[in-house]
Every structure is written in structure tokens, then in C-alpha cells.
């Protein structure tokens, strides 16, 4: 994507600086009409666009959350300033600041507020999602490798903002399933 | 009589009061445009200011310069300035400016009505800026979402001097947007036909339109949060059946055509400064305006792109996407014809053409960069990052502000009559030009190492700190770059010499003047037959000068003007402006006690303000009375022309038109508000339905339809026998009724505070008491005024104006009415 964009900007660089060179050209108005409106005004650009776009809705379909009976049910309700995590096959137990999820499977973490707007951003998992006041969102996240993942509130919130985060712990299967007998590691 | 002598006279007519006094009672466009410009670039001085601070505190980790309570208010009053007492009251300031010189006329439509916007901006701006230095100026960050802005959690009067400030300030930006709309299709110099127009009015015209579409959305959400925090009708708190994603969407169906409402003007100064800095003439004017007036409609399509990561629907998502990324083939479009219009000329390097090249590279990458955050999966990371604050400085200052110094560079001759003296200009386009993409390059960097927008501070170990350091100190170049400018701008009305008319030999009529401009613009009026009058005859000046154009004759002592035909630029009538008066001051003082006592919640005085505002609104539009009939006026030329208040479709009925369109769409907004919170919002279906009354519905629904025959038989009446007074009581009486009925309604309204249900139908027969008042107060203006003796069958104009408005306000009333009853009816 920085590559195509790099390319665009230096095309359109080098046609600013070509309209600097001495010439004499006859003008033909309708000539360069066609040229410089049909051909590139409207022919480049919908042709990068529509590159550009099958791209992104592939992408974008990729990062559709599938149906599958590994999927793990998370739920993220945030607050001023912390976040707990309530697990589907744990009923009853909440964890404050820290998400627990097995790696390797697909997780869906349920994200809703108590207060005000906030976002659910794991940058190495996946993208972002709001906690909205009486709405709940689903995202799909996946980490590969079990370990330790940096998450944040993406969205202002006053003035806890900046310290407003918290940590995902990928577990391997054994860990995942002492978790799930209540073992806390 | 000599040119000399036509001069002197004009001026005497035209001119506003001597001294600073004069600056009070001005309606003048070319004064108001400049006090406009000089407060809009005060208040660009104070954004800058605060995003050096921002800067500062940023360009070291774990600063201790600024709290998080200080660095909140940095960054919103930043942006808010920025975008809101800044970018559009410049445009607001250049279009009032220019307009009229480049259509070819004296003045805009309603030279009251500039002073009285200007004051509004004015008075509205002393608020915000008192609010930032008493340290109380809002916190919410500038796009204000609630609940974190509502009562709850931001308690403090901060988010009420944003709501109410910022809602004051749009008077202005809908003032003005009504008056460009009517005068770019009215005022214009005769035979200046639609495809004549010079390409800056196509895109104020465009621009203007989207301002009475875009703004309205803004003024209602900020009007809905402020009742929700002062009165505690529940609009945005989900617990009461309300959802903050409602200000989401009002908030962006306004915030992104705001964009281009920036845009636009800009890219309207560029499609004028680069044939006239190439010696030639724009390639593809056609398709130049089409694609403004494409890129207009698609802007409206797009808002919900600011709101990707809030659980829209997956369809959803792909069809903004795609809709987003199609914005940028008409930006395409044009940037191709300015680059085909480049090499259809020579172009040659002056300061504004430097600023012009600025602005294509800096556009080019922000348009890029725009592309990629519209793309989803993109977005899911990349927002609310720095990497999304650089775009949008990208967009911002690329798309806006180098194109402004552009402007500032090409009209400063015109504006002073002078040439400039030292060349500090292009030296501060340099350090602009380098600090401005060192600063925010390097804001695109850590914003994809995942530095978030809006904190105040960070970790030494994120590894942020060089680049941070790179990005504040190339903003002081930047900020050193801007005060250069500063500088040189003020030189050169100190010292510079005197300068040739006309120096970039352009072919617009603002040229076609003396500069300075005199205050009545043009001696005589022009006759256009070309797109670039002043190409094709080099010696215009100097005829309209001599009065061998229209209305040259100033000896009634009048302000005259004239206007035309909206298409063809054929002359329809005459119009004789008011003159110098302290009346927009006065109003605007009055409207701001309004605003005032909403702020700091005096109650008992905001009826009084209301009386005061109907008063002086009365005075207002008294003061156009009109006593006798005058009949056809000599217009030069030997041509005659009615005055407009013997004319069916005076300025007043225009200007009544485009100001319903945004009223029109603010009520649309509401319906979309109710339509959505029943819909999507937690909580609904409410508690307990209104009681549906058929005689509330039936008393309001005749009325509606009384109003408004009501009108026309006194258009009639007075049309046939000089008298609408009988029409014009039984208008009176519908209006009445139709108040009563609205009224009824919000007194049955179960509980207003309870559910988002209750006060949003309360808030719609409000809206329809207040049309309702609208009308009965425009209806017994009426009847006086035929009693006084001040209408005839020829002198018949107010009565088409006061027609409009019972229409609407029959059209509100029932559609009010209907949907309150319909959901109690089908439970
Ligand atoms: C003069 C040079 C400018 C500099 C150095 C600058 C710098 C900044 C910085 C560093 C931020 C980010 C604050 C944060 O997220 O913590 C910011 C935000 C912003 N700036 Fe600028 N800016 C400049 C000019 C402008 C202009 C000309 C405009 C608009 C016409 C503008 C509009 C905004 C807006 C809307 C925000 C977002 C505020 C918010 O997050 O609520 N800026 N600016
Ligand atoms: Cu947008």
C-alpha cells in the first residue's frame, strides 16, 4: 500500500515539475480536455480505486469472524479506568485488567461500557472496536503463540486516558484448561 | 459628470462612519470582510499558539509541562478553534470580501446580515477564548462525544462553553451561507449568465449549500446535549432509552462535509491563482464544477466512515468504504485539470504559485493517506492514532492553509494597492514548507508504532522519543515559517510602495477596479460577455469609472444595485440597500444574551433576551418600509427596472427559501434522531406511549391548513383591492391554532425527563411551538404594515415571504402531530 501510494506521488510530482519545461505547444483545448480530465482524472483514478477496494473488502472479508466450534466466548465491559473480563466457560469469575484467552483459537470477546465511550485495541491481535453504553460488540481475536499482548483504550475518556490499558494472556492448552479449573496461574 | 466627481459621490453614499466608530455601524462587505479576515487569522494565531504547547508538552516522554486536565482542553481547543473560529469563518471572510467585486456588483444580499454574522462570530469567539484563558474551556476533545461530555461525567461548565459558543458562532457560518447562495444568483453583473460565473463562485456556491446541509445536523446535537445537560431530557444516556451513538452520526453527517466545506473555497482560490499565474485559462471548467458539485453530494454519503470502529454492520462497512474511497475521483479531477491547465500555460514561479505547489504535494500525500483510512481493516488499526492526526493536517493544512497564503500573496495588492517590499515570503515558505512535513511525517511514523491521538504523555521505553523530538522541533520551524508571514503581511502595509492595478494580469472584475477598493466597488455596473471581462477588454476599468455601465447615475442619494436573473444574467430589478447602523451590533448583543443566560443558567433572563431579539427583529425588518409606490426606476443605460419590493420574489422570499432548506434540514435531523433511537437505541419500545388525542390532531392539522390558505387569500385580497387584512387574520387564526395544538402536545408528553421517547417528542412540538411563534409574529408584523399604508398591490413583496413560512410551518406541524399519534395508534 505505501509502495502504490509512493508511486502516485512521485507520478503526479513529476508531472507538476514537467509543466515547468520550456515548450511551445499548440493548445488543443478539447485535446487535453480528453487527456488530462477523462484520462487521468477519471480513468487513473477509478482504476486505483478499484484495485485499491478489491483489496481492502478481501482483506476486510478475511477478518470476518467465522463460525467454528473451537471459538472461545470472552466478554470485555470497560470502565473509568480499568476493564474485567468475564469468561463464558467460567461463569462467575471476572478478572480485572487482565484477559485470559487460549492461543491457537479463535476468541470472541463481547465489548460493552458501563460509562463512557471507550475502544478495545490489542495492535497485535487485531483491530479496534468501541465499548458503547447499552450496545455490545463482537470481535474476533487470535493469538498465534501463547504470551503476554499490550492492550489499550483507543478512544478519549478523560483524564485516565493515557493510562488506561491492559494485557491479554495467551495460554497454551494445559494453562488454558487449569484457568478454567479456577487455578489461576 | 467627471469620474472624478462620480467618485466622490458614491463614496459619500457608501461610505461607513470615519474612525473606529465606523467599524460599529459598517454593513459594507469589503469592511466586514476585512474585520473578518483580521479576527479569523487573530484566532488562527491563538490555535497555533496552542498547538506549539501541544507540541512542547510531546516532545519529551513523561513531560511535566501539562496535566491531563491542562493538555484535555490543549488539544479541543485546538481543533475547535482550528475548525471552527479559523477555517470557515476565513472562507466566510474572503467569499464577503470578494464576492461582490468578482460578480460585478456593490454589495451582497443583505449587508445587515454580514454585520450581524460577523458580530455573532465575534461575540460567540470572546466566549470560547474566555473560557480558555480562565482555565474552564472545554475538555471533550473537539468532536465532543457524549456520555463522556454529558452530565454525568463532565459536570463543569467546560462542555457548556463548547455547545453554546460553538452554536452561537454557526449563526454566522449560516448567515453567510445564505447570503452567498442568494448572492451568487441574483447579484451579479448584467449579463454575467451561470457558465460566466467566475470558477470561485461556482465553489462558494457549492460551498454555501453545503453549509446550510451540513451545519444543521452539528446545531442540533449540540442543541439536544446542552437541553440533556441543563434540563436533563435524556437524549444520549442509554440507561433512559438514549444512545450516544446518536451524536456520532449527528456529529459526522456534519463533520465530514465539513471537510470539504474547508476544502472546497481552497480549491476555489487554487482553480482562480493557477491559470492567472499561467497565462491562460482554466482547462475544463465544466468539469471542474461538476465534479465540486459531485464531490458536494458524495461528501454527504460518507460520515458514517468516521465511525467504523462502532460495531457497524459488515455491509455497512463495505459500502462507506467504497463510497469513501470514490470521493477521491472528483478530486481527481480537478487536481488533473490544475495540472493540465499548468501545462496548457507557462507557468511562472510567484510567491502564490510556491504556495500552490505547497499545496499539491501536501494534498496529494493527505488524499493518499485518506484512501488507505478509508480502506477497514486499515482503519481498525490505524484510528485514533497520530497516524490519523497527521492525515487530517495533511488534508488540513495542505487542502486549507497553504492554499490561503496563496490567497493571502495573490489579492494582497488589490487588498492594499500596494506591491510588496522585501522578500521575507519566500524564505517563509520554505521553513513552512519543511517544518510542516517534518512535523507531522514524522506524526504518520509513530502513529503506526501505535502512539494514540490525545494522550498527554508516554513511556520513555515505547522508543517514541526521537521521533517526537524531530516532529516538535520542525513545528517551531513551522510555527517561525507562519510568523514570517505574519510579518511580512504587516510590512507591507507599513512600508511597501505603490503598485500597478491589475499586476498578475488577471481577467476577473475584481481587477477591474482601484485598489484599494472604494466602498461602492464599481462606479458603474458592467456588462459581462466573457468568463475573464477585464482579458477582453483591458480598458473596463476605466469605462465603468467614466459610467458607461449600469445604474452610474448616484444622484438620489441611494444604494443601488441590481440583480438578475438567476440563469441568463438578464437584469430583473433594483434594489436600494439600507445604509450605515448599529442595528447588527445591537442584535447580535441581544442574541448573545441569550446565549449567555443559557450559559451560566440565569433562566429569568433568557424570555427577556427572546423579547428583546423579537424587537430588534421587528425594528429590522421594519426599517425596509417602503412608503409609495415608485414604479420602474432608471437603471442607465436607458433601461428600467422595478425596485424589489414591487416584485413577487424580492431578496427577502430568496433568502427565506435557502434558510428554510436549512431549517428543513435540521428538522429532518431530528426525525432521523427519533427514527434511529427507535430503532437502535437500548430500551425501546418506551414505557408508556402518548395518548392518542384526535382532537389535538384535528384542531392542529386545520390549522396547519388554515395558516397557510390563509396566506394566500391575503395574497390574493391585496393583489385584487390592496388589502390582506381578512386573509391575512384568518392565517393568524390557523397559525393560533396550530400553536395550541403543538402546545397541548408537549404538556401531554407523559415524562420529559424520564425517556429518550418523551423528550424527544417534547422537543418536537417545541420546535413546531417556535415555528408557530415564527409565523404568528410575521403575520401581525403584516397586519400592521397594511394598516400603516406600507403595502399596495405593486408594493406586495412581504407578502409571498410571510407565505412561505406558514407553509412550512404547516408542513411541520402536521408532520410533527403525525408522528407523535401514529405509534399510539398502531400499539
Ligand atoms: C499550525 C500548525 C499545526 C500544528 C503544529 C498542529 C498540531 C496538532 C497536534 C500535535 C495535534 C494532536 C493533539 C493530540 O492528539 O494529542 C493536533 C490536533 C488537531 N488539529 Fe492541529 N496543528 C496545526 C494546525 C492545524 C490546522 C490548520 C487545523 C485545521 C484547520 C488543525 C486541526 C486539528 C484538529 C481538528 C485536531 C484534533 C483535535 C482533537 O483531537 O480533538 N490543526 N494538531
Ligand atoms: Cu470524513
Known amino acids: 500500500m505505501f509502495a502504490g501510494a509512493t508511486l502516485i506521488l512521485a507520478f503526479v510530482l513529476v508531472l507538476l515539475a514537467l509543466a515547468f519545461r520550456p515548450r511551445s505547444v499548440p493548445p488543443d483545448e478539447r485535446g487535453q480536455t480528453r487527456f488530462w480530465i477523462i484520462g487521468l482524472g477519471l480513468g487513473f483514478s477509478m482504476t486505483i480505486l478499484a484495485a485499491l477496494l478489491a483489496y481492502g473488502l478481501t482483506v476486510g472479508e478475511r477478518l470476518l469472524p467465522r463460525d467454528s466450534a473451537e471459538t472461545v466466548a470472552v466478554r470485555a465491559v470497560a470502565e473509568r479506568w480499568s476493564w474485567s473480563f468475564g469468561y463464558e466457560e467460567l461463569p462467575g469469575h471476572v478478572t480485572e485488567n487482565v484477559l485470559h484467552i487460549p492461543a491457537g483459537r479463535p476468541v470472541d470477546v463481547a465489548i460493552t461500557s458501563v460509562d463512557v465511550v471507550h475502544s478495545f485495541w490489542v495492535p497485535r491481535l487485531a483491530g479496534k472496536l468501541d465499548a458503547i453504553p ?9 493469538a498465534d503463540a501463547p504470551g503476554t499482548y499490550d492492550g489499550l483504550t483507543a478512544e478519549f475518556n478523560g483524564e485516565g486516558y493515557e493510562e488506561h490499558e491492559f494485557l491479554v494472556i495467551a495460554h497454551d ?11 489461576a496461574p | 459628470m467627471s469620474a472624478l466627481r462620480r467618485h466622490r459621490r458614491l463614496t459619500a453614499i457608501w461610505a461607513s462612519e470615519p474612525g473606529w466608530k465606523g467599524w460599529f455601524s459598517t454593513v459594507n462587505h469589503t469592511d466586514v470582510g476585512r474585520m473578518f479576515l483580521a479576527t479569523s487569522f487573530f484566532f488562527f494565531l491563538v490555535g497555533g499558539i496552542l498547538a506549539m504547547l501541544i507540541r512542547a508538552q510531546l516532545a519529551t516522554p513523561h513531560s511535566a509541562f501539562a496535566g491531563p486536565e491542562v493538555y484535555n482542553q490543549l488539544f479541543t481547543m485546538h481543533g475547535t478553534i482550528m475548525m471552527f473560529l479559523f477555517a470557515i469563518p476565513t472562507f466566510e471572510g474572503l467569499a464577503i470580501y470578494l464576492l461582490p467585486k468578482m460578480l460585478g456588483t456593490r454589495d451582497l444580499a443583505y449587508p445587515r446580515l454580514t454585520a450581524y454574522g460577523y458580530w455573532c462570530y465575534f461575540f460567540g469567539g470572546g466566549m470560547l477564548l474566555f473560557s480558555l484563558l480562565a482555565g474552564i474551556a ?35 457560518a449560516i448567515c453567510a451561507a445564505v447570503e452567498f447562495c442568494v448572492s451568487i444568483l441574483r447579484y451579479r453583473a448584467p449579463g454575467m449568465s451561470l457558465d460566466k460565473m467566475p470558477i470561485f463562485a461556482w465553489y462558494a456556491l457549492v460551498t454555501s449549500l453545503m453549509i446550510l446541509t451540513g451545519f444543521p445536523p452539528l446545531i442540533l446535537g449540540s442543541v439536544l446535549l446542552e437541553v440533556e445537560r441543563a434540563f436533563g431530557l435524556p437524549f444520549f444516556q442509554a440507561e433512559l432509552g438514549g444512545d450516544s451513538l446518536l451524536w456520532q452520526h449527528l456529529f459526522w453527517l456534519f463533520g465530514h462535509p465539513e471537510v470539504y466545506i474547508i476544502f472546497l473555497p481552497a480549491a476555489g482560490v487554487i482553480s482562480t491563482v493557477i491559470p492567472v499565474m499561467c497565462r ?28 467504523f470502529t462502532t460495531g457497524i454492520p459488515h455491509m455497512g462497512l463495505a459500502f462507506f468504504s467504497a463510497a469513501s474511497t470514490l470521493v477521491a475521483v472528483p478530486t481527481g479531477v480537478q487536481v488533473f485539470a490544475w495540472i493540465g491547465t499548468m501545462w496548457k500555460g507557462r507557468p511562472e514561479l510567484h510567491l502564490p504559485m510556491l504556495h500552490i505547489l505547497g499545496f499539491f504535494v501536501t494534498f496529494v500525500m493527505g488524499g493518499l493517506t485518506g484512501v ?25 493544512f495542505g487542502g486549507f492553509v497553504f492554499p490561503i497564503l496563496a490567497a493571502i500573496y495573490y489579492w494582497l495588492p488589490l487588498f492594499t494597492g500596494r506591491t510588496r517590499f522585501f522578500k521575507l515570503g519566500e524564505l517563509a515558505f520554505g521553513l513552512i514548507f519543511v517544518g510542516f512535513h517534518g512535523t507531522f511525517l514524522a506524526m504518520h511514523w509513530v502513529g503506526l508504532l501505535g502512539q494514540r491521538r490525545r494522550i498527554e504523555t508516554y513511556d520513555a521505553e515505547a522508543g517514541w522519543t526521537t521521533i517526537n523530538l524531530v516532529s516538535s522541533v520542525s513545528s517551531f520551524v513551522l510555527a517561525i515559517g507562519l510568523a514570517m508571514v505574519l510579518l511580512d503581511v504587516l510590512l507591507h502595509f507599513v512600508v511597501a510602495v505603490r503598485g500597478r492595478r491589475n499586476p498578475w494580469h488577471a481577467g476577473s472584475l475584481e481587477w477591474a477596479m482601484p485598489a484599494p477598493p472604494p466602498a461602492y466597488n464599481f462606479a458603474s455596473l458592467p456588462v ?32 443601488e444595485t441590481l440583480t438578475v436573473e438567476p440563469s441568463s444574467g438578464t437584469p430583473e430589478y433594483m434594489v436600494i440597500y439600507p445604509g450605515n447602523t448599529r442595528l447588527p451590533i445591537v442584535f ?9 443566560s443559557l450559559l451560566i443558567k440565569v433562566y429569568w433572563l433568557t424570555p427577556i433576551a427572546l423579547a428583546g431579539i423579537a424587537t430588534v427583529g421587528w425594528r429590522w425588518v421594519w426599517s425596509l418600509a417602503q412608503p409609495v409606490d415608485l414604479g420602474p426606476q432608471e437603471a442607465g ?19 427565506s427559501a435557502f434558510l428554510l432548506a436549512a431549517d428543513a434540514t435540521f428538522f429532518g435531523s431530528l426525525l432521523f434522531g427519533y427514527a434511529f433511537l427507535w430503532t437502535v437505541a437500548p430500551g425501546w419500545p418506551p414505557p408508556e406511549l402518548l395518548e392518542p388525542s384526535l382532537l389535538e390532531l384535528g384542531v392542529g392539522l386545520a390549522g396547519a391548513l388554515v395558516a397557510s390558505i390563509g396566506m394566500r387569500i391575503a395574497i390574493r385580497g391585496n393583489r385584487s383591492r390592496g388589502t390582506g387584512v381578512a386573509g391575512l387574520a384568518v392565517a393568524l387564526t390557523g397559525t393560533a391554532a396550530a400553536a395550541l395544538a403543538v402546545a397541548s402536545l408537549m404538556i401531554r408528553v407523559p415524562a420529559p425527563a424520564g425517556h429518550a421517547y418523551d423528550a424527544t417528542l417534547f422537543v418536537l412540538g417545541g420546535y413546531a411551538l417556535f415555528h408557530a411563534a415564527l409565523a404568528g409574529l410575521m403575520q401581525t408584523f403584516l397586519i400592521v404594515r397594511v394598516r400603516r399604508g406600507f403595502t399596495s398591490p405593486a408594493r406586495r413583496a412581504e407578502f409571498p415571504i410571510v407565505c412561505l413560512w406558514a407553509d412550512y410551518l404547516a408542513l411541520v406541524t402536521i408532520l410533527v402531530l403525525v408522528v407523535a399519534h401514529l405509534p399510539g395508534w398502531l400499539a
Not at chain 2, 285 to 295: H, I, P, S
Not at chain 2, 374 to 392: C, E, N, R, S, Y
Request: charge should be negative; avoid cysteine; glycine fraction near 10%.
Open chain 2, 372 to 396: 488507505m483510512v478509508a480502506i477497514v481493516p486499515f482503519d481498525w488499526q490505524a484510528h485514533d492514532t497520530a497516524f490519523v492526526t497527521a492525515h487530517l493536517h495533511y488534508v488540513l
Open chain 1, 173 to 183: 492448552e494445559a494453562d488454558w484448561q487449569a484457568f478454567l479449573r479456577g487455578e
Open chain 2, 280 to 307: 491562460t485559462t482554466l482547462l475544463g471548467y465544466g468539469w471542474v464544477v461538476a465534479a465540486a458539485v459531485a464531490l458536494a453530494f458524495l461528501s454527504f454519503g460518507l460520515w458514517v466512515h468516521h465511525m
Open chain 2, 588 to 596: 447580535a448583543a441581544i442574541t448573545g444574551l441569550f446565549f449567555l
Open chain 2, 528 to 559: 459581462v460577455e466573457t468568463r475573464d471581462p477585464v482579458s477582453s477588454d483591458p480598458h473596463l476599468a476605466v469605462r465603468l469609472a467614466r459610467g458607461e455601465g449600469w445604474l452610474a447615475d448616484p444622484a438620489l442619494d441611494r444604494r
Open chain 2, 138 to 172: 472545554p475538555d471533550g476533545g473537539w468532536f465532543m462525544y457524549p456520555p463522556l461530555t454529558g452530565p454525568i461525567y463532565s459536570p463543569g461548565i467546560n462542555t457548556d462553553f463548547w455547545l453554546i459558543g460553538i452554536t452561537f458562532v454557526e449563526i454566522s
Open chain 1, 134 to 142: 447499552g450496545h455490545v460488540n463482537v470481535l474476533r481475536i487470535e
Open chain 2, 637 to 655: 443605460r436607458g433601461e428600467r427596472l422595478p425596485v424589489s419590493g414591487e416584485t413577487d420574489r424580492a431578496p427577502g422570499w430568496w433568502g
